[in-house]
Each structure stands twice: as C-alpha cells, then as structure tokens.
C-alpha cells in the first residue's frame, strides 16, 4: 500500500508543477511595411526610413511605383473664359457664312478674294485714321488708292452674267468699306459676311426684293455691331441698294 501511494505521488508532482508554471506573454504579430515613395536625387532613388541605398534608375523598374493622383484644382467662374452675348440679329447675320458651301468653288474663291481685299483694305485704312477729309487722304495717299482699286476690281470680278455693276458704283461701295473700317476693326468672319452680301447683291438678277433687303440689313447689323457709325453704315447699305437696282431696275426696294 505504502509503495502505491509513493508511486501516486512521483507521479502527480510534475503535472502539478507544470500546471503552475508561469504563462507566457503572446508576441504580437509584426507590424505591416507600409509601401513608401522613394526620393529621387540625381540620377538616384533614396528609399525612406533612414536607409542610404542608391538605386540605378537606369535598371530599375519605375513602374512599380504607382504615381498618386493630385487633386484637381476646383472649376469656378474665375477660369472660365468670358463669352459675349450676341444678339439673334447678329447670330443670323453671321450664320450667312454657310452659304459658302452652297457656292460653287469658283465663287467661293472670288468671294475669299473679297474678304483678303477688306482685310488689306482696314490696314489702308489705319493710314488716314482721323483725317479730316477721307476723299483729299485718299488723294494723299497712293497706297491707299490702290487697295481700292483693287478691292473694287474684285467686286465687279464677282458678277456672274452680262449684268454687272457700274464702276461708280463699286468704287463709292470700296470708298465707304474705307470709311467703315477707319473706325473700327473689322473681325474676319464681320468681313466674311460683307463679302458674301456684295456678293449675292452684285447677283441678285433673279432674287426677290425681301431676300435682297434682308441681306443688306444683315451687312447693316454686322458694321453696327462691330461700332461702325451710323451715318457710315446707312451710306453702305444705300451703296448696296443701288448696285441692286443696276442688276435688277425692276427690283422695288
């Protein structure tokens, strides 16, 4: 009995001084390696976190680095560009530059030529700006006289048919293009439309008087948008009238 109860207990004294053993802490897991941009210096890339090792981006793979999105600056009314209301007068007016692609080719050219005519024209026109006497600047000037004589060259060139417009006429309509464009600078589309109604005036042989009329008012809408005086405005349109009346005499405008 005696040497069952020593066995019992050789046995239960190193399970009971296990169970008492002190328990260990749990080690936490390691930390994440946050990913880190590197820094470029010269021809280098320092990688962060106190490490001095060059890189060769000459054989490094840059692609692995994925470029963070910057934060785009916020549209407001201060970077939009102002735009200026036009009036539905003059958004018709210009819309008459359509009509080019209605137009055979060779009048298309004859119209560009026109347009080429007004635009030399207004640089004439800086030359005698605030004369007191356009017709004795004109006489002053010989430059001057000869870009209207070209441009009226190329009015009467835009006729098609046997019916075309007095050379008094054209040369009156040049002279007031002249006047028109010593106040104001005239934009490449404004002249555009001028020379497209020149052109449909100088061949209005079959046209209806409304058409002609509308079109004429349209080249008024267009000098007094662009701050042409009335006066000088009025003078084209009436020079306008009568080469309309020498195509068509029949016309009743």
Sequence with gaps: ??????????????????????????????????????????????????????????????NQFEPTNAMAPELTNNNVAPTNEMSPEMVRALGLTNRLSVMAPAQVQAVTLVQVGMNDLQHAAASITGAPNIQQAIQDNPDVRKQLQMVSARIINLARGPDRPSNDSVDRLAIDLLRASSHTQLTSDEQLVLSIVINLV???????????QSSVNDALIVLRGAGV????????????????????PNLGI
């Design 229 to 248: 005086p009335p006066s000088v405005s009025n003078a084209f349109g009436c020079d306008l009238n009568s080469i309309a009346l020498e195509i068509q």
């Design 1 to 62: 009995m005696k040497t069952t109860i020593l066995i019992s207990i050789i046995l239960l004294v190193p399970t009971l001084s296990w169970s008492q053993r002190p328990t260990l802490p749990i080690a936490r897991p390691p930390r994440p390696i946050l990913p880190q941009n590197p820094v470029i210096v010269g021809d280098n890339i320092i990688m962060p976190g106190g490490s001095t090792d060059m890189v060769d981006t000459n054989t490094m793979d840059t």
């Design 202 to 212: 100088v061949n209005c042989q079959n046209l209806p008087a409304v058409q002609v």
